[in-house]
T-cell receptor, first 109, second 111 residues
Framework: GQSLEQPSEVTAVEGAIVQINCTYQ??????LSWYQQHDGGAPTFLSY????GLEETGRFSSFLSRSDSYGYLLLQELQMKDSASYFC??????????FGTGTKLQVIP | DVKVTQSSRYLVKRTGEKVFLECVQD?????MFWYRQDPGLGLRLIYF???????EKGDIPEGYSVSREKKERFSLILESASTNQTSMYLC??????????FGNGTRLTVT
């Protein structure tokens, strides 16, 4: 089976940097993806890492270490609009995708 | 703009009713998914499909069935709705290992 662990809540200050961690257990690994979901909205795709290392997309970066079964999402220059829930997810066999329980990020002034 | 469209944003049904949740995508994606989302539990996979007429059980398939007669349409069926199926239901699609698009969700209340 597949399971993922991420912190339930994180609070950070506007303008700062925050890291949201995700550890996973999966029988076959294909990659780690990240999603953002604002209250009342649908999840939106942020990034996908299939290989080790850091992928940067603007203020957001995502890191993967397959040997440690670990990844993180890094948000820089935090803005109030970044307050949302963030989910990590892993695909499995037949493209089945399992999500973590989500991290609620609160950005404070 | 490409999209995944769910037929209803809000739905109220009575216990025991048969409920159909419809989802259509216009991106020619092979893979489609149904999740339910509950506070503190994240997104839990109910069923998914990797091809027309193909379906696979997710983590919580009990009480649900699905239909995929055409590539663009994936329907979730609650055979006999129960109050513990009150939830937000999200449809999604992908062509790769990562889900790229979600619908806006259907908030179902079963009374």
């Amino acid at each position: 089976g597949q399971s993922l662990e991420q912190p339930s809540e994180v609070t950070a200050v506007e303008g700062a940097i925050v890291q949201i961690n995700c550890t996973y257990q999966t029988s076959g690994f294909y990659g780690l993806s990240w999603y953002q979901q604002h209250d009342g909205g649908a999840p939106t795709f942020l990034s996908y890492n299939a290989l080790d290392g850091l992928e940067e997309t603007g203020r957001f970066s995502s890191f993967l270490s397959r040997s440690d079964s670990y990844g993180y999402l890094l948000l820089q220059e935090l803005q109030m609009k970044d307050s949302a829930s963030y989910f990590c997810a892993v695909p499995g066999g037949y493209q089945k995708v399992t999500f973590g329980t989500g991290t609620k990020l609160q950005v404070i002034p | 703009d490409v999209k995944v469209t769910q037929s209803s944003r809000y739905l109220v049904k009575r216990t025991g009713e048969k409920v159909f949740l419809e989802c259509v995508q216009d991106m020619d994606h092979e893979n489609m998914f149904w999740y339910r989302q509950d506070p503190g539990l994240g997104l839990r996979l109910i069923y998914f499909s990797y091809d027309v007429k193909m379906k696979e059980k997710g983590d919580i398939p009990e009480g649900y069935s699905v239909s995929r007669e055409k590539k663009e349409r994936f329907s979730l069926i609650l055979e006999s709705a129960s109050t513990n199926q009150t939830s937000m239901y999200l449809c999604a699609s992908s062509t790769t290992a990562a889900i790229s698009h979600f619908g806006n969700g259907t908030r179902l209340t079963v009374t």
